[in-house]
């Protein structure tokens, strides 16, 4: 099993449908960050969360520590929002990193493709 | 605002080359990650510096070393490059706050 899994892994939407991407994780975590990768590979992060809720423009990030799970919503999803979304923790502490911080631990992310 | 560097972009090496891929960290960013996503599949930690020294390490093989330089940019030396190598090798860099930043990536095929 995955430490970070996401749902759904594919997802198509028409524009302006309301978009939610499902991330949970079995590892103890210092932060959860949302990242976007575009076909070409680069990656954009878009959120760092260890608690409560972000919202950046139509995108809104959440968090829930105890049951260890956090959604990533699109609001009026445009089709420049086609991409592939990744879930990845900064665990506390890992055994098979030696117990570091920093390094990220990824889901296999969501693509999402919007039709117009 | 300054992003993080990375270079070359692509980079073509046959099998038992050696590759050195450079990491230019966002200013007053002191530490760096490197990631290598292959064809696929989610990418996965390699290795780490903070300030100069290797803070954390990940899977990466034995024929790859790395190292953070006094002005902060790393560079990941890759040695008997073999066909499973080919990959997007990001670096990404943080400060105090731990977000960290990616560079847009270096694509390496090797044949």
């Known amino acids: ?24 994780y079995s590892v103890g ?19 760092m969360l260890s608690s409560g809720k972000k919202k950046h423009g139509r ?25 592939v979304y990744i879930c990845a923790a900064r665990a506390v502490a890992h055994m098979n990193y030696g117990g570091s911080q920093g390094n990220l631990i990824f889901g296999k992310g969501t693509k999402l493709s919007v039709k117009p | 605002a300054a992003g993080v560097i990375q270079s070359p972009r692509h980079l073509i090496k046959e ?52 190292q953070q330089f006094s002005d902060y940019h790393s560079e990941l030396n890759m040695s008997s490059l073999e ?11 943080s400060s105090d706050s731990y977000e960290q930043y990616f560079g847009p990536g270096t694509r390496l095929t090797v044949t």
């Open chain 1, 1 to 24: 099993k995955n430490e970070v899994e996401q749902s759904p892994q594919n997802l198509t939407a028409q524009e302006g449908e309301f978009i939610t991407i499902n991330c949970s």
């Open chain 1, 29 to 47: 975590i210092s932060a959860l960050h949302w990242l976007q990768q575009h076909p070409g590979g680069g990656i954009v992060s878009l959120f």
């Open chain 1, 59 to 83: 995108l809104i990030a959440t968090i829930n520590i105890q049951e260890k799970h956090s959604s990533l919503h699109i609001t009026a999803s445009h089709p420049r929002d086609s991409a």
């Open chain 2, 15 to 66: 099998k038992r080359e050696t590759a050195t891929l450079k990491c230019y960290p966002i200013p007053r960013h002191d530490t760096v990650y490197w990631y290598q996503q292959g064809p696929g599949q989610d990418p996965q930690f390699l290795i780490s510096f903070y300030e100069k020294m290797q803070s954390d390490k990940g899977s990466i093989p034995d024929r790859f070393s790395a």
């Open chain 2, 83 to 93: 066909l499973g190598d080919s990959a997007l090798y990001f670096c990404a860099s």
